[in-house]
Nanobody, 126 residues
Framework: QEQLVESGGGLVQTGGSLRLSCVGSGRTASMHTMGWFRQVPGKEREFVGV?????????DYSDSVKGRFTISRDRSKNTLYLQMNNLKPDDTAVYSC??????????????????WGQGTQVTVSS
């Protein structure tokens, strides 16, 4: 059964760090691309970053997190990570990991992701 399970969220002060983990099972292990998205109540889901599961692990980030967040993966553990540094109150959201086989050019669109985790809350206090 395909499943993605996130962990690592919590409450942190501005400027602090958190590392989120996402453990996959089933077909998610062979999906081409793994991504992180975030959402706050009343707003659309927002692209955070993405990594190619194969072929060198190419990454892409939204402008709002570039230079502060880093995505990595451990294929032996089927685990995706999101290292978040220098956190800001605007980073407060529910963070979800997702998996897709869509072409790389569509990587930033949540619409094309097939599998989703349940999400983990990240709260950054000012």
């Amino acid at each position: 059964q395909e499943q993605l399970v996130e962990s690592g969220g919590g409450l942190v002060q501005t400027g602090g760090s958190l590392r989120l983990s996402c453990v996959g099972s089933g077909r998610t292990a062979s999906m081409h691309t793994m991504g992180w998205f975030r959402q706050v109540p009343g707003k659309e889901r927002e692209f955070v970053g993405v990594i190619r599961n194969w072929g060198g692990g190419t990454t892409d980030y939204s402008d709002s997190v570039k230079g502060r967040f880093t995505i990595s993966r451990d294929r032996s553990k089927n685990t995706l990570y999101l290292q978040m540094n220098n956190l800001k109150p605007d980073d407060t959201a529910v963070y979800s990991c997702a998996a897709t086989n869509v072409v790389w050019s569509a990587r930033r669109s949540a619409y094309y992701y097939h599998y989703w985790g349940q999400g983990t809350q990240v709260t950054v206090s000012s």
